[in-house]
Every structure is written in structure tokens, then in C-alpha cells.
């Protein structure tokens, strides 16, 4: 008896090691299933709208869009009078259900499927990705360039922890209202935060910007990766979404979690190891309480 609970107490003790040392993993899992579930909310809400609704939104959007000028992003924020006129009515622009959800960003390559609200508040930030304000809100269009912000390093979430695994050349996908953009990336800078040249809209071209802090460990600077507006193909696009891991060469993304392929096989293998040693520590006391029992009965 007192055998079995040692063997039960080490299989006790590894698993809750798995736990524990898996903790952060899970927790980014069970965040992002329900940044995932926000998102698919969104797509629901606005399959229910009306044509109507849709056109008027779209509408407003673009008014928004051409009321800002190229300096927007740098002009003084004292002067009320300028302030005001550029980007007017912004937070009621785009606003799906009345809480500032605007659309969702899917980037398949690192598995990130992330609703995107209005600014760039703390509050935002620690939800999803946030738009940030006086630039063009993410419906397309010639002469448009939105920048969308999410965090790196966010306790508890992956937001855009891995934007650095992007390359140029790779897509990213931005869902609103009832349309879908598709992007490939041209352009990977990194800037000082007061740096906000990258920012701007360049005459007759369509740009997305995703933006996140950057190094890791410091946030000292911002990693951009912007991506040019190319021709959307639904029949080779599956949303990232739909499905919960990404493979790529050396490692996985499991719901936006990057796990290397090395980490994931050091653990199933030690779980297997465990499993095997505890089935033959079981069959070893069955065969000795079986021969104990023959040795009495021959006895006998």
C-alpha cells in the first residue's frame, strides 16, 4: 500500500509540475479562445445587419478618412480648433456594437486572430488590438494608411509576441463589417516611439501598419510591420480562426502561443516515460502479490 501512494505521490508530483510549469501557456490559451470568441461575435453581429447599415457605415468611415491630413499624426493637440476638425466623430465610426469593436486582424503565419477596438488606451491595449486614432480606419482605399497596435510581453496574453517572426512577403488579413483586406507585408522597420514619419498615408496607395513594442524584455522601441493592400482571394484564405495550431519548420502556433516542436516532444515523452514506469512498477507488485499467493497455497 504505502508503495502505491509513493507511485501515485510521483505521478501526482510530475503532473502537477506540467501544470505549473505550463501555467503560462494556459492562460494564454484560454485568453485567446476568448479574444477568438470576441471576434467571431463581431462576425456574427454584422451578418445580421442590413445592406443599409452596412453602406451607411462604410460611409462614415470614409468621411473620416478624408478629413485627415498627412500631419495628423503630429499636430499640436492644444490647438482645439485644428484638433477637432481632423478625424471628427471617430468613435462613432465603425462602432459595430456600441463598445468600440471596429473589426478583427487575422495574421495566419503566427496564428493571431485578435478584435480590434477604437485608440490605443490601456484599457484597449489589455483586450485585443487597439486603432490608433488620426489614422484611417481599416475599411481600404487609395490614399489610406491605419496603424493597429497591440502589445508584446502582456501578462497573460500573446497579443503580437511573435510580430517578429513576420517577413516581408507574408499576409495578414483585416475583417470589417462585411468585408475582408488582404495584405502582404513590404516594409519591417524599427523605430524610436516618437518616431511617427512611418505613420503617414502615401498618395494612391493602401497601407496597414501593425505596430508593437520591442525588444522583448525593454519595449524601448516600436517593431512596424506594414503591408500593402494586394487582391483578396477567398478560395486559398482560411481564416486562422477556423482552426487551433499553425506548423511551421521548427515550431508550432498553438493558439497564438509559439511552442517549439523540441518543447512540445520533451513533454510527451516524459509523460510516456512516467506512464510506462508506473504500469511496470503495478505489474512488478502484481507478480510478486501472485507469487506470494502461490507460495501459501503450495504451503498449504
Known sequence: MKRKLAAFSIFFIF??????????????VINNLSSRSRAEEYTNTTKQMSSKETLEMLSKAESYNKSLTNNAIIIDPFDEDAYKKIGANYEKSLNVDNNGLIGYVDVPKINVYLPVYHGTTSKVLSKGAGHLQNTSLPIGGEGTHSVISAHTAYPGE??????????????????????????????????????????????????????????????????????????YDDSSYVSSGAHLANFGDSCMFFLGYKIPYIAFAFVIVGFIAVVVLLILFVSKRSRKRIEKISEKSFDN
Open 158 to 231: 500573446t497579443f503580437f509576441d511573435y510580430l517578429t517572426d513576420m517577413e516581408i512577403g507574408d499576409d495578414f488579413y483585416i475583417h470589417v463589417l462585411d468585408r475582408v483586406l488582404k495584405y502582404e507585408v513590404d516594409q519591417i522597420k524599427i523605430v524610436l516611439p516618437e518616431n511617427t514619419e512611418d505613420y503617414r498615408i502615401i498618395s494612391g496607395e493602401d497601407h496597414v501598419t501593425l505596430l508593437t513594442c520591442t525588444p522583448y524584455s525593454s519595449s524601448t522601441h516600436r517593431l512596424l510591420v506594414r503591408g500593402k493592400r494586394v487582391e
Open 15 to 28: 503532473i502537477a509540475g506540467i501544470f505549473i510549469m505550463s501555467y503560462p501557456l494556459l492562460s494564454s
